[in-house]
């Protein structure tokens, strides 16, 4: 098993920034995916940001030029730095590692990010 540990969530203020970290530990064979997922009341998880080993990055249209994915291999972490936040990007953030030769899908418990306006 892989344990995803997140931090960083909290209320700010529209405008105003927040940075989330994820670390992972436990039963690491191979990280090839390390992202960030949200979900916001009443609506489907959706992709935010994903960063491949290869340094590769996905990013969500929504919040292109706002947020900011980084990690580090060495250490199993990941990081969602969000600038210019608005309440549209009010949601519970989840880390997600895919490890693996099957990729095999890991999520952390969450954290809560509320933008107020």
């Known amino acids: 098993q892989v344990q995803l540990v997140e931090s960083g969530g909290g209320l700010v203020q529209a405008g105003g920034s927040l940075r989330l970290s994820c670390v992972a530990s436990?039963?690491?064979?191979?990280?090839?995916?390390m992202g960030w997922y949200r979900q916001a009341p009443g609506k489907q998880r959706e992709l935010v940001a994903g960063m491949a080993t290869g340094g590769s990055t996905n990013v969500a249209d929504s919040v292109k030029g706002r947020f900011t994915i980084s990690s580090d291999y060495a250490k199993n972490a990941v990081y969602l730095q969000m600038n210019s936040l608005n309440p549209d990007d009010t949601a519970v953030y989840y880390c997600?590692?895919?490890?693996?030769?099957?990729?095999?899908?890991?999520w952390g418990k969450g954290t809560l990010v509320t933008v107020s306006s």
């Open positions: 997600n590692v895919k490890n693996g030769i099957y990729s095999t899908n890991y």
């Open positions: 436990g039963s690491i064979s191979r990280i090839n995916v």
